[in-house]
């Protein structure tokens, strides 16, 4: 296993278009996080999944922000209309269950977006 | 006021000295992580301890619930450890499903 695997590493885009990252879990990890990390700041929470359900949407997760695990495996994060404070590392992060309690935290290298 | 707070900010040692890294928060937690990330952004969870103490070669991760503090311990320390060091919680005050993160203590160690 190779761990968590994102992709794009870079994306360097105009303001107004859409983007979409794309994180593979550990296999056999029910559960799939998604961060955004701004410069000099921790990672603040977007949302996660258990399987294929997204079970919690932080508030910074606005409506032009989506994210889907349609099989339960891989998933994709997509932001519409991008804006300049759109600018960040994503990061995203797996774990098996039971977590938090007894599971790690495994995470991907990050996305790293950044808007014209 | 952060719910997960750092210090120092900023470390830079020499060389071979003993490093601590502390972390307070100030919410009811279930577990606590102690992450490295190093430049370009790829984390690495160090520890995950949610009482008493854990050790990993040169590292050490302390935690004491009562006062809600933790520290992260560096022993003999190497340029290689030069990274960014991030104490994160699992808060029970947001549901068990979402770490906390603290904003990071960047450290240096100079050869």
């Known amino acids: 296993d190779t761990g968590v695997s994102q992709d794009p590493r870079h994306k360097i885009t105009k303001r107004g278009q859409n983007v979409t990252f794309r994180c593979d879990p550990i296999s056999e990890h029910n559960r799939l996080y998604w961060y955004r990390q701004t410069l000099g700041q921790g990672p603040e929470f977007l949302t996660y999944?258990?399987?294929?359900?997204?079970?919690?949407k932080s508030r910074l997760l606005s409506d032009r922000f989506s994210a889907e695990r349609p099989k339960g495996s891989f998933s994709t994060l997509e932001i519409q209309r991008t804006e300049q404070g759109d600018s960040a590392m994503y990061l995203c992060?797996?774990?098996?269950?039971?977590?938090?309690?007894?599971?790690?935290?495994?995470f991907g290298e990050g996305s790293r977006l950044t808007v014209l | 006021k952060n719910e997960v707070e750092q210090s120092p900010q900023n470390l830079t040692a020499q060389e071979g000295e003993f490093i601590t890294i502390n972390c307070s928060y100030s919410?009811?937690?279930?577990?606590l992580h102690w992450l490295q990330q190093h430049p370009g952004g790829g984390i690495v969870s160090l520890f995950m301890?949610?009482?008493g103490k854990k050790k990993h070669g040169r590292l050490i991760a302390t935690i004491n619930i009562q006062e809600k503090h933790s520290s992260l311990h560096i022993t003999a320390s190497h340029p290689r450890d030069s990274a960014v060091y991030i104490c994160?919680?699992?808060?029970?005050?947001?549901?068990?499903?979402?770490?906390?993160f603290g904003t990071g203590t960047r450290l240096t160690i100079i050869p």
């Open positions: 999944f258990q399987n294929e359900a997204q079970l919690e």
């Open positions: 301890l949610s009482s």
């Open positions: 992060a797996s774990s098996p269950r039971p977590s938090p309690n007894t599971g790690e935290l495994f």
């Open positions: 919410v009811g937690i279930s577990a």
């Open positions: 994160a919680v699992w808060s029970s005050n947001f549901g068990n499903e979402k770490l906390t």
